[in-house]
C-alpha cells in the first residue's frame, strides 16, 4: 500500500492516518454512515471493504446512505453481509435487489435531490460518520474528492464524524474539477446564483471541521469501470427517432441547433442517443447532468459538446485510461457539483433541460414505471429520473416497446407502479415511433401512444382495451376490472399477449 502523506497538505492531520480494519472497529451496531459514491465512481472501498470483512465474525446493522449505487461490487458484498437495516437513496445490484425484494433490508428509493435536504432538516437519522473517497486534503482544510461529488459535502457537513480514503490511485490533476456548493437551509436561502451549465458557484474542495476527522486511511482501489453495451438495433432505433422529434422542435423553431442543455440517464439508450449527435446537425451542446458516459467524452472529441456538468463520471475501462490519461485536455470544459445541485429543480428549470431517461412501461396516457417490475418487485430506485422529468423544459422517456423476448409490452393499459405522472411526461419514446404527448388531452394521448409506439403484437390488444374502455367514459377512459390484465396474463401465463400461441 501507497503511503502518501503528501496527499495531506496540512501536516497537523498525518497523526490521524490508521488502517481500514482500524477504522471499521469504531463503526457500532445501529450506526448510520453516508459513504461517498455515485454510479460505481468516487466511492469509498477500503473502509466498506473492512466492514464487510468484520460482518463476517460479528453481528452488527447499520444504515448505508449514499450518492447513488456503489462500485466495486460493494452494494452486494454489503448486502450478502447481512449488515445492512436501512440503504437509500438509490442501487442498482442485482443481488441487493433480491435482498430487497425478499424483505432483508430495507430500502428507501428516492429522489436524489431529495436525500441532503432530509439530512440538513433531521428528516433521517444523524450521519455517523461520513466515509468519503478524496484525492488529497487541502492545507486550508478542504477534501478534494475524486470522480463523483454525490452527496459526500452534505455528508461531511453534517456527520458527527468523518473518514477519508485518500486513494492514490486518483491524479491530483482532479482538484480544481469540482465545484462544491450547499444551499442554506430552508426559508433563509438565496437563489442558487448557478445561471448557466458552466458558471462555478463554490468552492474546490469539502471545507470540514477538523476536530470531526476521526481519521485518514490511504487506498489504491480503482474505481469500476461500466459496462457499456453497444447500441443493437433497437436502441439505435430509438435513438433515430429521439433525433427526429428533436429535428422536429429545431424546424419549428422552439430550439436551434444548440437544442438546451441535455440530461441523459445511464445505461444503452441514453449512450446510443447521445452517440448519435456525433453525426448529426446538432452543434454546440451542452450537458447538464447526473452521470457522464462514454458518449459524452466522444462528443467533446467530435467537437459537438462544448460543456459538461454532473456528479459522477462513470467510464468503461478503456475511456478511464483515455479519459484520466489526458485530464488537462478535458477539464476547461468539465465541473463536477452535489447531486442536489445538478438535479435541483431551481436550475432543472432555470437551463430549461432536455432530460431523457429510460422507462420499464409506460400506460396508454403516458404514466411511466421506472422502478417497480409488475408493480411489487423493485428494479433499481427512480434516481434522478424524476428529479429531472418534473422540472425541465422538454421530458422524454425511451424503452424498448417489448421486453424478455416478447413475453412483455413496455405499453400497457395501466401502469403497474408510477414513478412519473402523465403531468410529468412530454415523451415517449420505442424502437416503433414516438409519441409527443405535450399539449394533449388524455384520448389524443391513448391514440398516439398506441399507433406511434406500441409493438405490432400487442396493438390491437391495446386498441381492444381503449375501445372497450371508451364505451364507460370519463376524462381518462378505464375498464377498472382489467387494467391490468396484461400484468395478470404474464403472472398466469408467462406472457402479457392474450393468446399464448401467438407468440411469433
Ligand atoms: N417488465 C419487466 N422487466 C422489464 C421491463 C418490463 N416492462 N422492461 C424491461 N425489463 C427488464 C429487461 O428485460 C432487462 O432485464 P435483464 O436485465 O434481465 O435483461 C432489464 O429490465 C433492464 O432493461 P433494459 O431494456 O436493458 O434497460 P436499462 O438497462 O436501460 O434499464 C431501467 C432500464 C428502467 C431499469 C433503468 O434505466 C433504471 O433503473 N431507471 C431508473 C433510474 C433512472 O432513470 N436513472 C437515471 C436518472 S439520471
Redesign the pocket.
Known amino acids: 500500500m501507497v503511503n502518501n502523506l503528501e496527499r495531506i497538505k496540512d501536516s497537523s492531520l498525518h497523526s490521524l492516518v490508521v488502517g481500514a480494519d482500524e477504522a471499521a472497529l469504531w463503526i457500532q451496531d445501529g450506526m448510520t454512515l453516508g459513504l461517498s459514491g455515485f454510479t460505481r465512481a468516487g466511492d469509498a472501498k477500503a473502509v466498506p471493504f473492512a466492514l464487510v470483512e468484520r460482518g463476517k465474525n460479528e453481528k452488527f446493522k447499520v444504515n448505508i446512505f449514499t450518492g447513488a449505487s456503489l462500485g466495486s461490487d460493494l452494494d452486494k458484498l454489503l448486502s450478502e453481509a447481512g449488515i445492512i437495516n436501512k440503504r437509500l437513496p438509490f442501487q442498482?445490484d442485482a443481488t441487493m435487489r433480491k435482498n430487497i425484494n425478499n424483505a432483508n433490508h430495507l430500502f428507501v428509493d428516492q429522489h436524489l435531490s431529495h436525500t441532503a435536504e432530509m439530512i440538513r432538516s433531521s428528516v433521517l437519522p444523524s450521519i455517523d460518520f461520513a466515509i468519503v473517497e478524496a484525492v488529497s486534503i487541502t492545507a486550508d482544510g478542504m477534501i478534494i474528492p475524486t470522480t463523483s461529488v454525490g452527496n459526500s459535502l452534505t455528508f461531511v457537513s453534517q456527520a458527527k464524524n468523518i473518514i477519508v480514503e485518500i486513494n492514490m490511485e486518483h491524479s491530483e490533476l482532479l482538484e480544481g474539477l469540482h465545484d462544491l456548493y450547499e444551499p442554506a437551509e430552508q426559508g433563509k436561502r438565496e437563489p442558487i446564483p448557478l445561471k448557466k451549465a458552466e458558471d462555478r458557484i463554490g468552492t474546490i474542495g469539502i471545507p470540514f471541521d477538523s476536530s470531526k476527522i476521526k481519521g485518514i486511511v490511504f487506498t489504491n482501489h480503482k474505481d469500476s469501470p461500466s459496462t457499456i453495451v453497444p447500441p443493437d438495433q433497437e436502441t439505435q432505433e430509438m435513438a433515430n427517432h429521439l433525433m427526429e422529434f428533436l429535428r422536429e422542435e429545431v424546424k419549428v423553431g422552439r430550439l436551434t441547433k444548440k437544442l438546451a442543455p441535455i440530461?441523459a440517464?445511464?445505461?444503452?439508450?441514453a449512450n446510443a442517443v447521445l452517440h448519435g449527435m456525433i453525426d448529426s446537425e446538432f452543434e454546440n451542446l451542452q450537458v447538464y447532468?447526473?452521470?457522464l458516459q462514454d458518449s459524452v467524452f466522444e462528443l467533446m472529441d467530435a467537437g459537438k459538446v462544448n460543456f459538461a456538468s454532473a456528479c459522477s463520471i462513470t467510464l468503461s475501462a478503456e475511456k478511464m485510461e483515455q479519459v484520466y490519461g489526458n485530464l488537462e485536455k478535458y477539464r476547461n470544459q468539465l465541473v463536477l457539483r452535489p447531486q442536489e445541485i445538478t438535479n435541483h429543480p431551481e436550475i432543472i428549470r432555470r437551463l430549461g433541460l432536455i432530460a431523457i431517461?429510460?422507462?420499464?412501461?409506460f400506460d396508454i396516457y403516458g404514466n411511466v414505471n421506472?422502478?417497480h417490475?409488475?408493480g411489487t418487485k423493485m428494479?433499481?430506485?427512480?434516481?434522478?429520473?424524476g428529479d429531472?422529468a418534473r422540472n425541465a423544459r422538454i421530458a422524454i422517456f425511451v424503452?424498448?416497446s417489448t421486453?424478455?423476448g416478447g413475453n412483455?409490452s413496455?405499453v400497457v393499459p395501466f401502469a403497474s407502479h408510477v414513478d412519473h405522472t402523465e403531468h410529468d411526461v412530454d415523451v415517449v419514446v420505442t424502437e416503433q415511433g414516438y409519441a409527443d404527448l405535450r399539449g394533449l388531452a388524455p384520448r389524443e394521448r391513448a391514440k398516439l401512444i398506441i399507433e406511434n409506439c406500441v409493438h405490432p403484437m400487442y396493438k390491437e390488444q391495446l386498441r381492444n382495451y381503449y375501445e372497450e374502455a371508451l364505451t364507460r367514459g370519463g376524462q381518462t377512459p378505464h375498464v377498472l376490472e382489467k387494467a391490468l390484465s396484461f400484468h395478470t396474463n404474464l403472472a398466469e401465463n408467462g406472457t402479457m399477449l392474450e393468446k399464448v400461441n401467438s407468440i411469433v
Open positions: 442498482a440530461q440517464g445511464i445505461g444503452s439508450v447532468s447526473e452521470v431517461n429510460t422507462a420499464l412501461e421506472s422502478t417490475v409488475s428494479m433499481n430506485g427512480i434516481g434522478g429520473s429531472f424503452t424498448k421486453a424478455k412483455i413496455s
